[in-house]
């Protein structure tokens, strides 16, 4: 989309993304870029040589068909519909965290032990009950965890939620409590 430089750009200075991340493997299926995935080098190759030549040559011209493709790659980044005015408007997902995590110097927060499994069995804290680094970021989504385990959370005005399915929470508090006993 002609609009990708310029939406990387206030995705990687909000979420300060090094600049060895693979941004080039990052697509969007529509103009709309409700939600941007991330391939593989060689996934990104196959689907940049089914495009025409020339893009502004329709099928019937050219005589070739590109690939229609429906879904690639893990979602990384969605669309942020909350309606508040944040600094960037998409949040992280939990599928590409593993990917980009590694590459993110902002909205990066560790957390204790104990402060994760509360916000994956409360799903929900005041800002004002979270830890000091949460409470000092502006509006929007970030990145938090223990040891190897992140999950994401939208920090609002107010509250702290969890942005993780029912049934992810419930896995990642059994793995920590776990490793208590």
Known sequence: TAKGPEIWSSVAAFYGVKEDFPSTQLLAHSDRVKAITFVTAPARKALDATKPPDAQQSEEKSGSQSLGVVVAGVKMLEENKCGQV?????????????????HITKRKVSVTKQVLKEFLSDKRKEVADSPQEIQDLEPGSLAAGW?????????????VSLWVTKEEAASLLS??????A
């Not at 960037?88 to 590694?102: N, S, T």
Request: charged letters at 15%.
């Open 175 to 180: 793995k920590l409590t776990a490793e208590d």
């Open 147 to 159: 040891g190897n385990i992140y999950v994401v959370l939208w920090r609002g005005s107010h509250a």
């Open 86 to 102: 944040i600094g960037c408007h998409y949040r992280l997902c939990m599928d590409g965290l593993p990917y980009l995590l590694p």
